[in-house]
C-alpha cells in the first residue's frame, strides 16, 4: 500500500508540475513574435518549464534528494555507452523504418472508421506544422531547430519521461522492466499519433534501456537528440535536393518479405546478447540504477 501512494503522489506532483508549465508556456504565444521565432520560444518554453524544472523539482518535493544526483545528470557520460547507443542506433534504423511504414499503413476494422478519421486527421495537422517548420533550407533556422527540436527537445523530454516518470517508478519499488516499458507507453501516447504509436514506444523503450545499462540521463538524451536531430538534417538535404525524398524508406519493404528490417532486428538482438554476456550491460558500473536508501538520503540533500 506504501509503494502504491509514494507511486500515486510523485505520479501526481509530476503532472500537476508539468501542467502549470503547459499552463505558463501557453502565454508565451502573446509574446511579439511571428513564424519560426515564436515557435522556438514556445518548444523553448515547454522543454524548460514543462519537463525539466517539474522532472528535478519533483525529485526535491516528493523525496527531498537533490535533483541532478537523482536523475544523475551530475557526470560525464561513458563514451562506451555513447558508441553503444549509436551502433545500436543505426544498425537498427531498417527495423525502425518498417515498423513504422507498418504503423501508417495500419488499417482499423470498418466500425472504427471515425476514430481512424480523427486519427490521420491529428496527425495531418500535425505533419502540416512540422513542415511548416522544417521548410527552410537556410543555415540559421536549420541551426535552431537542430538547436530547439532536435537537442533542447531530446533533454527536455529524457529528463521528464526517463529520469522523473521511469526513475521514480524504479525508485518507488517497480520492476525496471516495467517502469521502462510504462514510460516509454505514456511518452509514445501523450503525442497523440496513434499511427506513430508503436515505434515512437519501441523509440522510448531503447531510450529507458540506454538509461538503465549507463546510469546517466546524458547517454539517452544523445540518442534522442541524435534522432530529433537526424529527421530535422534528412529534411533540409531533402529540400535541398542532396537527398531523395525516399530517403526515409531506407530498408522498408512495402511488398514482399522485409528482409532488410529482419535482417536489421536480428542484428540489433545479437549485438544486444554480445554485450550483455560480455559484462557491458551490466556490471560495472552500468547495472540498474540504485539510489541511496531513504535513512541515507540526508547525505545527498543539496
Same mark, same amino acid.
Not at 138 to 152: E, H, S, W, Y
Given at each position: ?102 504503423? +501508417?499503413?495500419?488499417?482499423? #476494422? ?15 495537422? *500535425? ?38 516518470? +521511469? ?11 516495467? *517502469? ?11 503525442? @497523440? +499519433? @496513434?499511427?506513430?504509436?508503436? #515505434? ?57 518479405? #522485409?528482409? *532488410? *528490417? ?29 539510489? #541511496? ?10
Amino acid at each position: 500500500m506504501k509503494r502504491f501512494i509514494d507511486i500515486c503522489q510523485f505520479i501526481l506532483v509530476l503532472l500537476g508540475l508539468a501542467l502549470c508549465g503547459l499552463f505558463i508556456t501557453t502565454s508565451l504565444g502573446l509574446l511579439p513574435f511571428h513564424g519560426n521565432a515564436l515557435q522556438w520560444t514556445i518548444f523553448t518554453g515547454q522543454n524548460i518549464l514543462a519537463f525539466i524544472i517539474p522532472a528535478m523539482l519533483m525529485w526535491k518535493i516528493c523525496f527531498k534528494l537533490s535533483p541532478l544526483c537523482a536523475i544523475e545528470a551530475d557526470r560525464f557520460p561513458s563514451m562506451k555507452m555513447i558508441g553503444i547507443a549509436l551502433a545500436i542506433y543505426f544498425i537498427g534504423m531498417p527495423a525502425l523504418n518498417q515498423i513504422v511504414y507498418w504503423n +501508417q499503413e495500419l488499417q482499423l #476494422p470498418g466500425f472504427l472508421s471515425s476514430f481512424d478519421q480523427w486519427c490521420r486527421d491529428l496527425e495531418r495537422l *500535425a505533419e502540416e506544422q512540422t513542415k511548416g517548420l522544417l521548410n527552410s533550407t537556410a543555415f540559421i533556422p536549420t541551426a535552431m531547430n537542430i538547436l530547439v527540436i532536435g537537442v533542447l527537445t531530446g533533454i527536455g523530454e529524457e529528463f521528464f519521461f526517463r529520469g522523473a516518470l +521511469q526513475r521514480g517508478l524504479v525508485w518507488c519499488g517497480v520492476n525496471p522492466h516495467t *517502469a521502462i516499458w510504462t514510460s516509454a507507453i505514456i511518452f509514445s501516447a501523450v503525442h @497523440f +499519433q @496513434f499511427f506513430g504509436f508503436v #515505434p515512437r514506444m519501441l523509440l522510448g523503450a531503447f531510450f529507458g534501456y540506454l538509461y538503465w545499462w549507463g546510469r546517466n540521463i546524458w547517454v539517452n538524451s544523445f540518442a534522442h537528440a541524435l534522432n530529433n536531430s537526424l529527421v530535422i538534417i534528412s529534411t533540409w538535404c531533402i529540400n535541398k535536393g542532396f537527398l531523395s525524398e525516399e530517403f526515409d524508406m531506407l530498408g522498408v519493404s512495402d511488398g514482399g518479405f #522485409p528482409t *532488410a *528490417a529482419v535482417g536489421s532486428a536480428i542484428a540489433v538482438t545479437g549485438i544486444i546478447c554480445y554485450l550483455y554476456h560480455r559484462g557491458l550491460l551490466k556490471g560495472n558500473g552500468i547495472e540498474a540504477p540504485e539510489l #541511496p536508501s531513504k535513512s541515507n538520503e540526508n547525505a545527498i540533500e543539496e
